[in-house]
């Protein structure tokens, strides 16, 4: 399982931004498939984001689209989450995953296989 360190989260009012990182200890970078899930006390963890391994290709939660935008750096082995236009309910831990040369699907699909951070908390407050 690649290790991987999350960073960035903290406390922002409604309508702020954050930057999350995501930074992987692993050669070859590239070839995994990067994803952001959340989870809020006492709800279950849910998907956020998703990055190809190419790099082509990125999918969001629909409660993210347009406000929230992920990408990655392959040279610098770290992936992104811009979070703008932030909102109390997203309140979370934010996570991320990986998943050597798979599809976003199958991540989404078998999130047990991924490798997982440690969690970054993000506190949106009102």
């Known amino acids: 399982q690649v290790p991987l360190v999350e960073s960035g989260g903290g406390l922002v009012q409604a309508g702020g931004s954050l930057r999350l990182s995501c930074a992987a200890s692993?050669?070859?970078?590239?070839?995994?498939?990067m994803a952001w899930f959340r989870q809020a006390p006492g709800k279950e963890r849910e998907f956020v984001a998703a990055?190809?391994?190419?790099?082509?290709?990125?999918r969001y939660a629909d409660f993210v689209k347009g406000r929230f935008t992920i990408s990655r750096d392959n040279v610098r082995s770290t992936m992104y989450l811009q979070m703008n236009s932030l909102r109390p309910e997203d309140t979370a831990v934010y996570f991320c995953?990986?998943?050597?040369?798979?599809?976003?699907?199958?991540?989404?699909?078998?999130?047990?296989?991924?490798?997982w951070g440690q969690g970054t908390q993000v506190t949106v407050s009102s």
């Open positions: 995953a990986a998943r050597f040369r798979t599809t976003i699907p199958t991540m989404l699909e078998e999130k047990d296989s991924n490798a």
């Open positions: 692993t050669l070859g970078f590239g070839s995994y498939a």
């Open positions: 990055i190809s391994w190419k790099g082509g290709a990125t």
